[in-house]
């Protein structure tokens, strides 16, 4: 009988320095091996194992670049990576795979997969997520008529914001008649008009929206996890209170990596490695 080989799944994201980011995908994590029954280790790409163990229930945290760097990585036979990322981010093709392939040279026997991202073209359940959030929050505040601004981080890659513009389109087609209008939005973007596929920045449609009159906003959050931009007193909410002194009405959806649909598409990643 031929020898089982030693083997590791990761559910892997971009990293952060903040503890809440750490325990959010930890716990997507756990959610994720109870559903599939299989052991799925939270690592961030970088970043996440430098987050004081204290603020993490004393379970340190785990980043590639850390774990490409120990002993553990030398013990493994298998790996197989589910990325907890929207598209098809350099994070990933890039960074990741390099580091994958100088691992799987350097002995042999190695093998390692990388799933798919979690949108795949045709599948309307992120927008089917997102458009549950909007709703809520409709039922929540009472907003009627809302502005809704599907936001991102912004990218420097073409086949990132694509899939951004097509969960939008998605998206708006799920509200008619209950909306005032609808845009997407980035959070920063390149200087140079060869990035000028971000625009608008999330700063100045605001500020175009409720100069032609817009009192109500429903800002839908295209991030899996809070960070930078989408966590509590983040920049998404350092934008938008301004606005709100001067009398706009803003709501911001949650976050989308524990939503059932999330979920159940990470739980198929999982299943296609077999």
Not at 78 to 95: H, K, Y
Not at 202 to 225: D, M, S, Y
Request: hydrophobic share 35%; proline share 5%.
């Amino acid at each position: 009988m031929e020898k089982s080989k030693t083997k590791k799944y990761f559910l892997v994201d971009n990293g952060s320095l903040r503890p809440e980011s750490v325990l959010y995908i930890r716990d997507i994590a756990h959610q994720l091996s109870k559903v599939s029954g299989k052991k799925v280790e939270p690592a961030g790409i970088m970043h996440s194992h430098k987050v004081d163990p204290l603020k993490l229930n004393r379970i340190p945290g785990l980043s590639m670049e850390a774990f490409f760097q120990s002993m553990d990585s030398n013990e493994l036979e298998c790996i197989n990576f589910i990325p907890m990322f929207l598209g098809p981010s350099l994070a990933i093709t890039d960074w990741l795979k390099g580091r994958a392939d100088a691992w799987f040279a350097a002995k042999p026997g190695r093998e390692y997969k990388i799933a798919d991202c979690l949108f795949r073209k045709g599948d309307e359940r992120i927008a089917s997520a997102l458009c549950e959030h909007v709703m809520q929050s409709l039922s929540e505040h009472g907003q009627m008529k809302p502005y809704v601004i599907l936001v991102d981080h912004g990218t420097p890659q073409r086949e990132v914001n694509l899939v951004r513009e097509e969960i939008g389109n998605q998206l708006k087609k799920k509200l008619p008649g209950i909306i005032s209008g609808f845009s997407t939005a980035s959070m920063e973007r390149r200087a140079g008009e060869e990035y000028s596929f971000n625009d608008p920045l999330l700063e100045k449609l605001l500020a175009e929206i409720c100069a032609r009159g817009e009192r109500n906003v429903i800002v839908a959050q295209l991030f899996l996890a809070p960070g930078r931009h989408a966590g509590s007193n983040g920049d998404i909410t350092k934008i938008c209170l301004p606005f709100e002194k001067d009398g706009v009405r803003i709501k911001q959806t949650p976050t989308l990596g524990k939503h059932p649909y999330l979920i159940e598409i990470l739980g198929e990643r999982l299943r296609e490695f077999q």
